[in-house]
């Protein structure tokens, strides 16, 4: 083994042991400090975004993390959902994408800023679960809206990666042909699941018993699910992380029964391959792009517009939640970290954005997390 890998391997070790105190004491989401860290390590070069086997771990923690997203959504609650609140819930996404337009269309942003300022992802909005607990009306609400925002935003997201590889092409309407079939596929899947279930529900705990699992094969099961639905992906050249995101939505839809298999999931995957998918991310960041102070004021812009879109949008839900609840609901979905992560991403190496755009956007979602996070905790804590 070299020497590169040998100080990359120590270097995560320090890393993904330290921030979880570096965060506790700053009262930060882990996942920002670990970018920030990464940042660092990159910067005085300890850190090579470009080693391969730093790379691939990287991209299969980012793909766990849409899999871990995707066990939040429980396919049978979100369709018991208050039809009043639903459709409050999809017009506060309509507006939300139609105040993005607006905004691209002023400040002349590239077209594809559309998506980037209506991202939704639920994600963090689990850490305030354990922050301020199951009975906050604002952050019910924030995580039922947030998973149909999230759902939109990675179809949308698989979409968008056909679209930047192919460009408007036959190749980039049969990759979204391709994608439409998948998903009426998936739905026939999860009817035909909840017939059989229905019939013989104890084949659920056959396969994820609920007592005496000493064979961890609520794990197994998961696991061989997470793999499947990416090899598939992988198989159809679809976005990988869509895959690994139904595969979530799977098992929390059927294993219900389980209620701590998400958790156990989280588990392994926050204690180790997510990490390393936020610390490669900050490896990619030149830390020498905060002397330009232009680019520093482009991406506090794109931090307030984003947070900005939201607020507007939420003024649906005056009848439901006060404006201080309200404020909280918006800064809940201004912290589309990930998505955010991988949809620029996607977009430099396609050379859609520059790499000037390129870091505006990951300056940005560092800025949206630290001071969505901050607000919240200060406004949070005196409001019912």
Known sequence: MGNEHIIIILTLSFIVISSPYISSFLRLPTAPIEIVLGAIGG????LNSENHYFYVIA???FYYLMFLAGTEVNLNLLLKMDRKVFKKGLLYLVIIYFVSFLFVVSFNFSKIFIFMFSLISVGLIMSLFK????????LNLAMNIGVLGELLSIVLLTITAALLEHGVSKEMFESIALLIAFIIVILLFFRFF???FWW????????????GDKDEKDIRTSMSMFFFMVAIMYLLHLEVAFGAFVAGIFIATFFEHKEELPHKLGIFGFGFLIPIFFIHVGSTFNLEKLKDLDLVFMAIVVTIIMIAVR???STVFYKILSFKERLLFSLSHSQPLTLLIAIATLAYTSHTIDERNYYILILASLFEVIVSMFVIMKVGKHTT
Request: zero cysteines; a positive charge; aromatic letters at 22%.
């Open 200 to 211: 013989h529900p104890e084949w659920k705990r056959f396969l994820i018993p609920k007592y």
């Open 59 to 61: 991209e299969i923690g």
């Open 311 to 313: 607020i507007i949008a």
């Open 43 to 46: 910067y005085f070069a300890i």
């Open 131 to 138: 922050e301020f607990g199951k009975d906050k009306k604002w």
């Open 194 to 196: 909840k017939i059989i």
